[in-house]
C-alpha cells in the first residue's frame, strides 16, 4: 500500500533540470528520510507531491489522487510544513494556532499541542519574538493540527539546538498514528538513520530508496555510505586555505605557522609580532570579550561574558536557541551596543575604532545576507572592494577566490537563485574576500548539505591552522568536535568553558552513565550531544 | 585617498545594479514619469473649455439672437440647448448636462431699444466651484462687450492694455510643465531613496554593510549618489522633451538650471534617505513617503500660493523643498532668473540637504540597537 | 465560511499589531484635511501689485487708493520703471498696473483711458487674477469717481449666479473633493503590500497547503480592509461636516453606499498591484508612482476634465476618483440629484467589478517556481 507514487516525474525552472525523469514510492505508514544535496531537488519534489507546482511531464498519485488536478480535496488530508513556514510573525501562539485550526477545521484543543512543544507558558507572546526552536516547534503544531493522514516536512530542524531537535522528533513521533505516512527532508544523517526508509536524491533522480539500516548499523557509518552515494568526498587540501595570505597590514607574520593551542588546551597564549601601530603592544588576545553583558529591560540577554580566543584558535559557541549566542556575537562585531562591558578585535574597542577593527575582520550572518539581484561576481567585487581592496588586486582576488570556491558555473547567476549550499558558500566567501586574521561565523552550515558541511570544516579547519581565529556558532555536534575551545551558553550565560573532552569529562562526572547513547567513544566519554544537553539540564536544576 | 574613492565607487555601482537590474523595477523608474509628463502636459489645463449651455430666450428677438450668436461663436462654449421652462433649466444644471444657464427676460428686446437696463442671468454650476467661476467669467465677459458695442464706442471707459511678462498668451502649459518637471522629479526621486535603506534593512544586508570597514559616510554617499544621478538624468530628459516637444522657451542659463536641479534633488534626496533610514519596513518607508509627499505637493505654491496661506502655514512651507524647486524650475525656465534670485532659493535647499542626510548618517550608527 | 472568517479575524489581527495601517487610516485623512482646509485656498486669492502713477491729476491718486483699499490686493506703489520690472522678475509682486500721463485727460474728454496692465506670465493662475482684479477695481473707481457722468450707461447687466455656492467658497467643494483623493491614497497605500507580504514571508505557501480556496484568500484581503477603509472614510466625513462645517445637502446612507462601491474599486487596484507583483519593493514603488498624483491633477478635482482634448478625458475614465468626485460634490453642495448619483455608482460598480475579476485571476494557488 503506497501513499504516494510517482511516475516519471520532470520539472525544469528555465534550462535547469530539477525533477529528472523520477519515479519513486512512498509506503503508507512509514517515516521516509529525504535527504540529498542541496538543489538535489527535494524542496521541489515535495512541491510537486502537494500540487504546489505543476510538473513538466509525469504523474503523481497522492492518497488516491492527482495533486495537479484535485489539490482541493488533497490538501484536505495533508500536513505540510515549508522550509519557511508560514507563521504570521505579528499574530500570538495561540493565534497562530486557532488560525490554522480554523484553516483546517479542526477544534480549538491545543493543550496537548502546547505541552508537548512546551510553549504553554508563551501562548500570548508574538510568535515573530519566539526563539527559533519554539518557532519550528509551533510550525509543526500548526501542521500537526488534524491529524493529517500524510505528513510532509521539509528541512523542520534546520537552525535547531539538539534539544528542540529531539523535541520536533519525539512530537512527530507521538502525534501521529500508525497509519499516518511522514515525508521528512532533512540535513541531519542522524535523523534520517532512525526513520524507515531514506530516500537518497541527486541532480533530480532517486540514488537510494530503501532501509536506513540496510545501509549502515549506526548513524556515523550511514553518515560515510550517504556521502560515498552522493559522490563522495575527498579530504583533499584546502585550496583556501592555500590560498590564504595574512595581509601585511595586519601585521602579522607572513610565514604559516602551525596553531600552537590546537590539541595543547587553551592555556597556551601567543604573543603576536609587534606591531608598528601600536608601538611595544602586545596582543595576547585576538578577539577579546570583556564583562560583556547586555540587558533589555530587566531581562539580561547576556551576563558578564568574558573570553578571550588566541590566533589560530577555534572557538565555538553553542548553546539552545535564544540562550545569548546571537546577541554575544552582534557585540563582538559590534552590530549591537553592550549595555556594559568591551569587545576588542586585535586588541582594538569595536566601538571606539569600528573601522579599523572591521577591517581584521570576515563576517558570515546566520540569515544569508548578499545581495540578492548582484551576481555571484557582482558580490564578491562588490565586498573585495567594500575591505578596500585595491582595483587591480580585486580582480585577479576574485578571479582566484571564484576558482577556489568552484563558483565558475554560477559566477553570473543572479545569488538569490542559487541554492542554499552555493550561498552559504558564497557567505563564506564574501567574509575571506580581503584575507581577514579573524572569522566571525553565526551558524555557518544551517541547512548545507552533509558533504558541503565537510567541505566547509576542512577549510575552517585548514585556515585555522594558518592562524586565522574564528569564532563560530552552530547547533550541529559533530562540528563542535572540530572547535579547540567551546563555550556553553545557557540563559545568557557562559556555564562551561573549555575542550570538547574537557565538557565532555564534566557531563560524564555529572551524569556516570548517559542513557542510551548510540554511539560511544573510546574512552567511554558521552558524546557531545548527550554532553550538551547534560549539562544544559544540570544547570536547569 | 584612492582607495576611499574606489571603496563609494563600488557601493555606488552595487546600488546601480540593485537598482537596473530587474527589468520591472527599471520600467517602472523610466516608463512612470515619462508618461504621467505626456499625459498631464497634454490634459492639464485652467481654461474652460467646451462649456454647454442651457438657454431660455424669453424675447425671442433679433436683439437676443444677437446676444446668443455671440456666445456660439465663441470657441469656449460648445452646445447649445433651449429649453422651455425653469423647470428643465434646474434640471440641465443639476444633471450637469450644461454647466452654464443663460436666462434673457420678454422685455429684453424692448429695453435694449430704449437703453434701459436690464439684466441677464448667468447660472454657473457651483459644485464645480473653480471652473464655474471661470466660464461664468467668460459669459459675463461676452455679454459686457456686446453692451458697449451697443452702447456706441463713445464716452469715458476704461481700456486695459495687458501685458503678460514671460508668457504673452498666458500659456497655461508652459506653467503647468515647469511644474511637472519638479513634481515627477520629487515622486521618482522620493521613490528610488525611501525603499533603499529599509529594504536592506528587512534582506539583512544593511548588518554586513555595518560590519564591513566601510564608515557611516561611506555608506551614506554610496546611499545618495545613484538616486541622485538617475534622478538627474530623468529631470534633464524630462526638461529636454519640454523644450523640444512641448515648444516651452528656455529664457535662463542652463548652468544654473543644472545646478538648481542638482541641489533640489540633493534635497530630497536626503529627505528620502531620512525616510528610509528610521523605518523598520518597507511598508513604513511607504507611509513615510506617502505623509510627506502630499503636504510637500499641496504646500508647494502650485495649487495655491503661499502668500495666500495662513502666516503659520507658510512658515511651514519653509521646509517644503519642493516650495524652492519649483520656484527655480520655473523661475529660470521661464523668467530667466540671474545667479543672485537662483542663490537665495538655494540656501533653505542646502540647508534641507545637510540636515537630512546627516540624520540619515547619524542613524546609521544609532540604529545598532 | 469558517476559513474565511479565520483569514478576516487573522488579517484584522495584523492590523491591530501594525500600527501602521492605522495611521494610513486616520492620521492621513486629518493631516491632509488639514492642509487642504488651511493651505489651499482657490478663490479670494490676494495677490500683490506694484503701482506706478505717470498722471499728476488728483483724481486719479483716488485709483491708486482703491488698489489700497481692495482686499484682494497688496499694492505697492513705485516711482521708478526699473524697480518695478525687477521686482516682476524677483517675483516680489505677481504684476503692476501703470497709469499713463494722459489717462485723466483722455477720461475727462469722454475718450477711453488706456490703463497698462503687467502680469507675471510664468505664474499663469496669478497672472489671471491680476488682470481680473486690476480691471474690476478700476471699473469700479471710474462708477464713482467724478469721470462716471462721462460714461456709457449699461443697457445689458450680466448678473452672475453661482448655483450651490453662491459665495464661492472654495472649501465647500475642496473639502468634499479632497476626500476622493485621500481615499485613493487609502485604499491603494492600505492593500497595496498585504499580498506580496505574505509571498515574501512564505506564509502563502503554508496558506496554500490547507483547504483555502481561491475566493476566501480574496475575500480575506477585500472584507477587512474595506471595514477598515469604511471606517476611515466616515472620519474623513466627519471631519469635514462635524469639525469644519462644510454644509452638506445629501443623503448620509446614499453618501456611504456610493463610498463602499469607491472603496470597492480603490481596494481592487491595489490588490491587483499587490498580486500582480508579489514583490513588495515593485508594489510600493507602483503605488508611490501612481498612487497621488492622478488622483490630484486628472480626477477633475484641480482641472476641468471637460476642457481635456478628448483622448485624456477618455483616459479618465478608468480613474475611480473621477466618478466619486463628482458624485461627493454633488451630493455635498446639491443634495440629491439622482441622474448623478447612478451614473456615478454605475460607472464604480463597473470598474470595482472588472478590478475584483482581475484579483481573482491574479491570485495564484500554486508557486511559479
Same mark, same amino acid.
Given at each position: 500500500?503506497?501513499?504516494v507514487?510517482?511516475?516519471n516525474?520532470?520539472k525544469?525552472?528555465?534550462?535547469?533540470?530539477?525533477?529528472?525523469?523520477?519515479?519513486?514510492?512512498?509506503?503508507?505508514?512509514?517515516?521516509?528520510?529525504?535527504?540529498?544535496?542541496?538543489?538535489?531537488?527535494?524542496?521541489?519534489?515535495i512541491r510537486?507531491?502537494?500540487?504546489?507546482?505543476?510538473?513538466?511531464?509525469?504523474?503523481?498519485?497522492?492518497?488516491?489522487?492527482?495533486?495537479?488536478? /484535485?489539490?482541493?480535496?488533497?490538501?484536505?488530508?495533508? =500536513?505540510? *510544513?515549508? %522550509? @519557511?513556514? #508560514? &507563521?504570521?510573525?505579528? !499574530?500570538?501562539?495561540?493565534e497562530?494556532?486557532?488560525?490554522?485550526?480554523?484553516?483546517?477545521?479542526?477544534p480549538?484543543?491545543?493543550?496537548k499541542?502546547?505541552?508537548?512543544?512546551?510553549?504553554?507558558?508563551? /501562548?500570548?507572546?508574538?510568535?515573530?519574538?519566539?526563539? =527559533?526552536? *519554539?518557532? %519550528? @516547534?509551533? #510550525? &509543526?503544531?500548526?501542521? !500537526?493540527?488534524?491529524?493529517?493522514?500524510?505528513?510532509?516536512?521539509?528541512e523542520?530542524?534546520?537552525?535547531?539546538d539538539p534539544?528542540?531537535?529531539r523535541?520536533?522528533?519525539?512530537?512527530?513521533?507521538?502525534?501521529?498514528?500508525?497509519?499516518?505516512?511522514?515525508?521528512?527532508?532533512?540535513?541531519?544523517?542522524?535523523?534520517?538513520?532512525?526513520?524507515?526508509?531514506?530516500?537518497?536524491?541527486?541532480?533530480?533522480?532517486?540514488?537510494y530508496n530503501?532501509?536506513?539500516?540496510?545501509?549502515?548499523?549506526?548513524?556515523?557509518?550511514?553518515?560515510?555510505?550517504?556521502?560515498?552515494?552522493?559522490?563522495?568526498?575527498?579530504?583533499?587540501?584546502?585550496?583556501?586555505?592555500?590560498?590564504?595570505?595574512?595581509?601585511?597590514?595586519?601585521?602579522?607574520?607572513?610565514?604559516?605557522?602551525?596553531?600552537?593551542t590546537?590539541?595543547?588546551?587553551?592555556?597556551?597564549s601567543?604573543?603576536?609580532?609587534?606591531?608598528?601601530?601600536?608601538?611595544?603592544d602586545?596582543?595576547?588576545?585576538?578577539?577579546?570579550?570583556d564583562?560583556?553583558?547586555?540587558?533589555?529591560g530587566?531581562?539580561?540577554?547576556?551576563?558578564?561574558?568574558?573570553?578571550?580566543?588566541?590566533?589560530?584558535?577555534?572557538?565555538?559557541l553553542?548553546?539552545?536557541?535564544?540562550?545569548?549566542?546571537?546577541?554575544?556575537f552582534?557585540?563582538?562585531?559590534?552590530?549591537?551596543k553592550?549595555?556594559?562591558?568591551?569587545a576588542r578585535?586585535?586588541?582594538i574597542?569595536i566601538?571606539?575604532?569600528?573601522?579599523?577593527?572591521?577591517?581584521?575582520?570576515g563576517?558570515?550572518?546566520?540569515?544569508?545576507?548578499?545581495?540578492?539581484?548582484?551576481?555571484?561576481?557582482?558580490?564578491?567585487?562588490?565586498?573585495?572592494?567594500?575591505?578596500?581592496?585595491?582595483?587591480?588586486?580585486?580582480?585577479k582576488?576574485?578571479?582566484?577566490?571564484i576558482?577556489?570556491?568552484?563558483?565558475?558555473?554560477?559566477?553570473?547567476?543572479?545569488?538569490?537563485?542559487?541554492p542554499?549550499?552555493?550561498?552559504?558558500?558564497?557567505?563564506?566567501?564574501?567574509?575571506?574576500?580581503?584575507?581577514?586574521?579573524?572569522?566571525f561565523?553565526?551558524?555557518?552550515t544551517?541547512?548545507?548539505?552533509?558533504?558541503?558541511?565537510?567541505?566547509?570544516?576542512?577549510?575552517?579547519?585548514?585556515?585555522?591552522?594558518?592562524?586565522?581565529?574564528?569564532?563560530?556558532?552552530?547547533h550541529?555536534?559533530?562540528?563542535?568536535?572540530?572547535?579547540?575551545?567551546?563555550?556553553l551558553?545557557?540563559k545568557?550565560?557562559?556555564?562551561?568553558?573549555?575542550?570538547?573532552?574537557?565538557?565532555?569529562?564534566?557531563?560524564?562526572?555529572?551524569?556516570?552513565?548517559?542513557?542510551?547513547?548510540?554511539?560511544?567513544?573510546?574512552?567511554?566519554?558521552?558524546?557531545?550531544?548527550d554532553?550538551?544537553?547534560?549539562?544544559?539540564?544540570?544547570?536547569?536544576? | 585617498?584612492?582607495?576611499?574613492?574606489?571603496?563609494?565607487?563600488?557601493?555606488?555601482?552595487?546600488?546601480?545594479?540593485?537598482?537596473w537590474?530587474?527589468?520591472?523595477?527599471?520600467?517602472?523608474?523610466?516608463?512612470?514619469?515619462?508618461?504621467?509628463?505626456?499625459?498631464?502636459?497634454?490634459?492639464?489645463?485652467?481654461?474652460?473649455?467646451?462649456?454647454?449651455v442651457?438657454?431660455?430666450?424669453?424675447?425671442?428677438?433679433?436683439?437676443?439672437?444677437e446676444?446668443?450668436?455671440?456666445?456660439?461663436?465663441?470657441?469656449?462654449?460648445?452646445?447649445?440647448?433651449?429649453?422651455?421652462?425653469?423647470?428643465e433649466?434646474?434640471?440641465?444644471?443639476?444633471n450637469?448636462?450644461?454647466?452654464?444657464?443663460?436666462?434673457?427676460?420678454?422685455?429684453?428686446?424692448?429695453?435694449?431699444?430704449?437703453?434701459?437696463?436690464?439684466?441677464?442671468?448667468?447660472?454657473?454650476?457651483?459644485?464645480?466651484?473653480?471652473?464655474?467661476?471661470?466660464?461664468?467669467?467668460?459669459?459675463?465677459?461676452?455679454?459686457?462687450?456686446?453692451?458697449?458695442?451697443?452702447?456706441?464706442?463713445?464716452?469715458?471707459?476704461?481700456n486695459?492694455?495687458?501685458?503678460?511678462?514671460f508668457?504673452?498668451n498666458?500659456?497655461?502649459?508652459?506653467?503647468?510643465?515647469?511644474?511637472?518637471?519638479?513634481?515627477?522629479?520629487?515622486?521618482i526621486?522620493?521613490?528610488?531613496?525611501?525603499?533603499?535603506?529599509?529594504?536592506?534593512?528587512?534582506?539583512?544586508?544593511?548588518?554586513q554593510l555595518?560590519?564591513s570597514?566601510?564608515?557611516?559616510?561611506?555608506?551614506?554617499?554610496?546611499?545618495?549618489?545613484?538616486p541622485?544621478?538617475?534622478?538627474?538624468?530623468?529631470?534633464?530628459?524630462?526638461?529636454?522633451?519640454?523644450?523640444t516637444?512641448?515648444?516651452?522657451?528656455?529664457?535662463?542659463?542652463i548652468?544654473?538650471?543644472?545646478?538648481?536641479?542638482?541641489?533640489?534633488?540633493?534635497?530630497?534626496?536626503?529627505?528620502?534617505?531620512?525616510?528610509?533610514?528610521?523605518?523598520?519596513?518597507?511598508?513604513?518607508a511607504?507611509?513615510?513617503?506617502?505623509?510627506f509627499?502630499?503636504?510637500?505637493?499641496?504646500?508647494?505654491?502650485?495649487?495655491?500660493?503661499?502668500?495666500?496661506?495662513?502666516?503659520?502655514?507658510?512658515?511651514?512651507?519653509?521646509?517644503?523643498?519642493?516650495?524652492f524647486?519649483?520656484?527655480?524650475?520655473?523661475?529660470?525656465?521661464?523668467?530667466?532668473?540671474?545667479?543672485?534670485?537662483?542663490?537665495?532659493?538655494?540656501?533653505?535647499?542646502?540647508?534641507?540637504?545637510?540636515?537630512?542626510l546627516s540624520?540619515?548618517?547619524?542613524?546609521f550608527?544609532r540604529?545598532l540597537? | 465560511?469558517?476559513?474565511?472568517?479565520a483569514?478576516?479575524?487573522?488579517?484584522?489581527?495584523?492590523?491591530?499589531?501594525?500600527?501602521?495601517s492605522?495611521?494610513?487610516?486616520?492620521?492621513?485623512?486629518?493631516?491632509?484635511?488639514?492642509?487642504?482646509?488651511y493651505?489651499?485656498?482657490?478663490?479670494?486669492?490676494?495677490?500683490?501689485?506694484?503701482?506706478?502713477?505717470?498722471?499728476?491729476?488728483?483724481?486719479?491718486?483716488?485709483?491708486?487708493?482703491?488698489?489700497?483699499?481692495?482686499?484682494?490686493?497688496?499694492?505697492?506703489?513705485?516711482?521708478?520703471?526699473?524697480?518695478?520690472?525687477?521686482?516682476?522678475?524677483?517675483?516680489?509682486?505677481?504684476?503692476?498696473?501703470?497709469?499713463?500721463?494722459?489717462?485723466?485727460?483722455?477720461?475727462?474728454?469722454?475718450?477711453?483711458g488706456?490703463?497698462?496692465?503687467?502680469?507675471?506670465?510664468?505664474?499663469?493662475?496669478?497672472?489671471n487674477?491680476?488682470?481680473?482684479y486690476?480691471?474690476?477695481?478700476?471699473?469700479?473707481?471710474?462708477?464713482?469717481?467724478?469721470?462716471?457722468?462721462?460714461a456709457?450707461?449699461?443697457?445689458?447687466?450680466?448678473?452672475?449666479?453661482?448655483w450651490?455656492?453662491?459665495?464661492?467658497?472654495?472649501h465647500?467643494?475642496?473639502?468634499?473633493?479632497?476626500?476622493?483623493?485621500?481615499?485613493?491614497l487609502?485604499?491603494?497605500?492600505?492593500?497595496?503590500?498585504?499580498?506580496?507580504?505574505e509571498?515574501?514571508?512564505?506564509?502563502?505557501?503554508a496558506?496554500?497547503?490547507?483547504q483555502?480556496?481561491?475566493?476566501?484568500?480574496?475575500?480575506?484581503?477585500?472584507?477587512?480592509?474595506?471595514?477598515?477603509?469604511?471606517?476611515?472614510?466616515?472620519?474623513?466625513?466627519?471631519?469635514?461636516?462635524?469639525?469644519?462645517?462644510?454644509?452638506?445637502r445629501?443623503?448620509?446612507?446614499?453618501?456611504?453606499?456610493?463610498?463602499?462601491?469607491?472603496?470597492?474599486?480603490?481596494?481592487?487596484?491595489?490588490?491587483?498591484i499587490?498580486?500582480?507583483?508579489?514583490?513588495?519593493?515593485?508594489?510600493?514603488?507602483?503605488?508611490?508612482g501612481?498612487?497621488?498624483?492622478?488622483?490630484?491633477?486628472?480626477?477633475?478635482?484641480?482641472?476641468?476634465?471637460?476642457?481635456?482634448?478628448?483622448?485624456?478625458?477618455?483616459?479618465?475614465?478608468?480613474l475611480?476618483?473621477?466618478y466619486?468626485?463628482?458624485?461627493?460634490?454633488?451630493?455635498?453642495?446639491?443634495?440629491?440629484?439622482?441622474s448623478?448619483?447612478?451614473?456615478?455608482a454605475f460607472?464604480?460598480?463597473?470598474?470595482?467589478?472588472?478590478?475584483?475579476?482581475?484579483?481573482?485571476?491574479?491570485?495564484?494557488?500554486?508557486?511559479?517556481?
Open positions: 500500500m503506497n501513499t507514487t510517482i511516475t516525474l520532470t525544469t525552472f528555465n534550462n535547469l533540470t530539477a525533477i529528472n525523469n523520477l519515479s519513486l514510492d512512498i509506503e503508507k505508514g512509514k517515516i521516509t528520510g529525504l535527504i540529498g544535496a542541496d538543489g538535489a531537488g527535494k524542496t521541489t519534489l510537486l507531491i502537494i500540487g504546489l507546482l505543476l510538473p513538466d511531464s509525469g504523474n503523481v498519485e497522492v492518497l488516491g489522487l492527482n495533486p495537479f488536478t /484535485q489539490k482541493p480535496e488533497l490538501v484536505s488530508k495533508i =500536513g505540510y *510544513m515549508p %522550509q @519557511k513556514f #508560514g &507563521l504570521y510573525e505579528d !499574530l500570538t501562539v495561540i497562530n494556532l486557532k488560525l490554522y485550526a480554523d484553516l483546517k477545521n479542526q480549538y484543543d491545543f493543550d499541542m502546547l505541552e508537548f512543544t512546551s510553549l504553554e507558558p508563551f /501562548q500570548d507572546r508574538l510568535a515573530g519574538a519566539l526563539s =527559533g526552536g *519554539m518557532k %519550528q @516547534k509551533l #510550525g &509543526l503544531a500548526c501542521t !500537526l493540527l488534524g491529524t493529517p493522514e500524510f505528513l510532509l516536512l521539509d523542520p530542524s534546520v537552525g535547531v534539544i528542540s531537535r523535541d520536533l522528533m519525539k512530537m512527530v513521533r507521538e502525534m501521529i498514528s500508525p497509519e499516518t505516512t511522514v515525508l521528512w527532508s532533512t540535513a541531519y544523517l542522524d535523523e534520517a538513520h532512525s526513520f524507515d526508509t531514506a530516500v537518497v536524491l541527486d541532480k533530480g533522480k532517486v540514488i530503501g532501509k536506513p539500516h540496510d545501509l549502515a548499523s549506526t548513524p556515523q557509518e550511514f553518515e560515510e555510505k550517504v556521502i560515498e552515494l552522493m559522490g563522495g568526498y575527498k579530504n583533499e587540501p584546502s585550496k583556501i586555505a592555500e590560498n590564504y595570505t595574512y595581509n601585511k597590514t595586519f601585521n602579522f607574520d607572513p610565514s604559516p605557522q602551525p596553531s600552537p590546537r590539541g595543547e588546551g587553551e592555556n597556551s601567543i604573543s603576536l609580532p609587534n606591531s608598528p601601530q601600536k608601538g611595544k602586545v596582543i595576547t588576545c585576538t578577539v577579546e570579550a564583562k560583556l553583558e547586555k540587558k533589555y530587566n531581562f539580561y540577554a547576556v551576563k558578564n561574558n568574558s573570553f578571550c580566543i588566541n590566533r589560530g584558535e577555534i572557538f565555538g553553542l548553546g539552545p536557541n535564544g540562550a545569548g549566542k546571537s546577541t554575544s552582534k557585540m563582538m562585531c559590534g552590530l549591537t553592550p549595555t556594559s562591558g568591551t578585535i586585535m586588541g574597542d566601538l571606539k575604532n569600528p573601522a579599523k577593527a572591521r577591517s581584521n575582520l563576517y558570515m550572518a546566520q540569515k544569508f545576507s548578499l545581495y540578492g539581484q548582484l551576481t555571484v561576481r557582482q558580490n564578491l567585487q562588490f565586498f573585495a572592494a567594500a575591505y578596500g581592496i585595491g582595483l587591480l588586486d580585486r580582480k582576488r576574485v578571479d582566484e577566490i576558482e577556489v570556491f568552484d563558483f565558475q558555473d554560477v559566477q553570473n547567476q543572479k545569488s538569490e537563485d542559487l542554499l549550499g552555493f550561498k552559504q558558500r558564497l557567505s563564506l566567501a564574501c567574509a575571506l574576500i580581503h584575507n581577514p586574521p579573524i572569522l561565523l553565526d551558524e555557518p544551517s541547512g548545507v548539505d552533509v558533504i558541503a558541511r565537510r567541505e566547509f570544516w576542512n577549510h575552517i579547519t585548514s585556515l585555522a591552522k594558518k592562524g586565522v581565529t574564528i569564532l563560530v556558532t552552530t550541529f555536534m559533530d562540528e563542535a568536535e572540530f572547535c579547540d575551545r567551546i563555550s551558553f545557557y545568557g550565560e557562559a556555564i562551561a568553558v573549555g575542550t570538547p573532552d574537557e565538557l565532555k569529562r564534566q557531563a560524564a562526572l555529572l551524569n556516570p552513565s548517559p542513557k542510551s547513547s548510540p554511539a560511544r567513544e573510546e574512552e567511554g566519554l558521552p558524546t557531545m550531544e554532553t550538551f544537553i547534560t549539562l544544559i539540564k544540570e544547570s536547569e536544576e | 585617498m584612492i582607495e576611499y574613492f574606489r571603496r563609494i565607487l563600488a557601493l555606488i555601482k552595487k546600488e546601480f545594479i540593485t537598482i537590474k530587474d527589468p520591472k523595477s527599471r520600467g517602472i523608474i523610466i516608463a512612470m514619469p515619462l508618461l504621467q509628463l505626456f499625459v498631464f502636459a497634454n490634459a492639464i489645463t485652467m481654461e474652460v473649455k467646451n462649456i454647454d442651457a438657454l431660455i430666450d424669453r424675447s425671442n428677438s433679433v436683439e437676443s439672437r446676444l446668443i450668436s455671440r456666445f456660439e461663436h465663441s470657441p469656449r462654449f460648445r452646445k447649445f440647448s433651449y429649453v422651455a421652462d425653469e423647470k433649466f434646474k434640471e440641465k444644471i443639476d450637469q448636462k450644461v454647466q452654464i444657464g443663460i436666462y434673457i427676460n420678454n422685455d429684453f428686446a424692448s429695453s435694449v431699444k430704449s437703453k434701459k437696463t436690464v439684466n441677464v442671468l448667468v447660472v454657473a454650476d457651483g459644485r464645480q466651484t473653480n471652473s464655474a467661476a471661470i466660464a461664468g467669467g467668460y459669459a459675463m465677459q461676452i455679454i459686457n462687450s456686446y453692451n458697449s458695442e451697443i452702447t456706441g464706442v463713445q464716452g469715458t471707459s476704461i486695459p492694455v495687458i501685458r503678460n511678462w508668457n504673452p498666458l500659456e497655461y502649459r508652459w506653467y503647468i510643465l515647469t511644474v511637472i518637471i519638479a513634481m515627477l522629479a520629487l515622486v526621486t522620493l521613490l528610488l531613496t525611501a525603499l533603499s535603506i529599509a529594504r536592506e534593512r528587512e534582506m539583512g544586508t544593511f548588518d555595518i560590519v570597514p566601510l564608515s557611516s559616510f561611506e555608506i551614506l554617499l554610496g546611499k545618495t549618489i545613484p541622485l544621478i538617475i534622478a538627474l538624468v530623468l529631470t534633464l530628459i524630462m526638461t529636454l522633451i519640454v523644450i516637444c512641448f515648444k516651452v522657451p528656455f529664457a535662463g542659463s548652468w544654473l538650471f543644472l545646478l538648481a536641479v542638482f541641489v533640489s534633488l540633493l534635497s530630497i534626496v536626503g529627505v528620502g534617505l531620512f525616510i528610509s533610514s528610521i523605518s523598520k519596513t518597507q511598508q513604513q511607504i507611509l513615510g513617503v506617502i505623509t509627499q502630499m503636504p510637500a505637493v499641496l504646500l508647494s505654491g502650485f495649487i495655491s500660493p503661499i502668500e495666500d496661506m495662513p502666516l503659520f502655514w507658510q512658515y511651514l512651507t519653509w521646509i517644503n523643498p519642493v516650495r524647486f519649483m520656484v527655480l524650475t520655473r523661475g529660470i525656465f521661464l523668467k530667466g532668473m540671474g545667479f543672485q534670485d537662483v542663490f537665495v532659493n538655494l540656501i533653505p535647499l542646502i540647508i534641507i540637504a545637510i540636515i537630512t540624520l540619515a548618517g547619524w542613524t550608527k540604529k540597537d | 465560511m469558517k476559513i474565511l472568517m483569514l478576516i479575524k487573522k488579517e484584522f489581527l495584523q492590523i491591530i499589531r501594525d500600527p501602521s492605522i495611521i494610513i487610516a486616520f492620521v492621513l485623512p486629518l493631516l491632509s484635511i488639514l492642509i487642504y482646509m493651505g489651499v485656498n482657490l478663490d479670494s486669492v490676494k495677490v500683490t501689485l506694484g503701482i506706478k502713477n505717470d498722471d499728476p491729476n488728483s483724481e486719479i491718486s483716488t485709483l491708486v487708493k482703491s488698489f489700497g483699499h481692495s482686499k484682494y490686493v497688496n499694492s505697492i506703489v513705485f516711482n521708478n520703471e526699473k524697480e518695478l520690472t525687477e521686482a516682476i522678475t524677483r517675483s516680489k509682486i505677481k504684476g503692476a498696473v501703470i497709469i499713463p500721463n494722459d489717462f485723466s485727460t483722455k477720461l475727462s474728454r469722454g475718450q477711453s488706456d490703463l497698462l496692465i503687467i502680469t507675471d506670465g510664468s505664474e499663469v493662475n496669478t497672472a487674477y491680476v488682470q481680473s486690476s480691471t474690476s477695481i478700476a471699473n469700479g473707481w471710474l462708477n464713482t469717481s467724478k469721470f462716471r457722468r462721462l456709457n450707461p449699461v443697457v445689458v447687466n450680466p448678473e452672475l449666479r453661482i450651490y455656492n453662491q459665495d464661492l467658497n472654495s465647500y467643494f475642496i473639502l468634499p473633493g479632497s476626500i476622493s483623493v485621500t481615499m485613493t487609502i485604499g491603494i497605500l492600505l492593500t497595496a503590500l498585504v499580498v506580496a507580504r509571498w515574501e514571508r512564505g506564509t502563502m505557501e496558506l496554500l497547503s490547507t483555502v480556496r481561491k475566493i476566501d484568500i480574496v475575500l480575506g484581503k477585500y472584507i477587512p480592509y474595506f471595514t477598515l477603509g469604511m471606517i476611515s472614510m466616515m472620519f474623513n466625513v466627519f471631519l469635514c461636516v462635524g469639525v469644519f462645517k462644510v454644509p452638506f445629501g443623503n448620509f446612507l446614499v453618501l456611504f453606499s456610493v463610498s463602499a462601491l469607491f472603496l470597492f474599486t480603490l481596494l481592487g487596484v491595489g490588490l491587483t499587490s498580486s500582480k507583483l508579489k514583490n513588495q519593493f515593485l508594489a510600493s514603488q507602483v503605488s508611490l501612481i498612487g497621488f498624483l492622478p488622483a490630484l491633477l486628472l480626477s477633475g478635482l484641480m482641472f476641468p476634465i471637460n476642457s481635456m482634448p478628448k483622448f485624456f478625458q477618455i483616459l479618465t475614465m478608468i475611480p476618483p473621477r466619486f468626485i463628482t458624485f461627493i460634490e454633488s451630493e455635498f453642495m446639491a443634495g440629491g440629484v439622482n448623478i448619483r447612478l451614473i456615478n460607472f464604480l460598480t463597473i470598474l470595482g467589478l472588472f478590478l475584483f475579476a482581475l484579483v481573482y485571476k491574479s491570485t495564484d494557488m500554486r508557486l511559479k517556481n
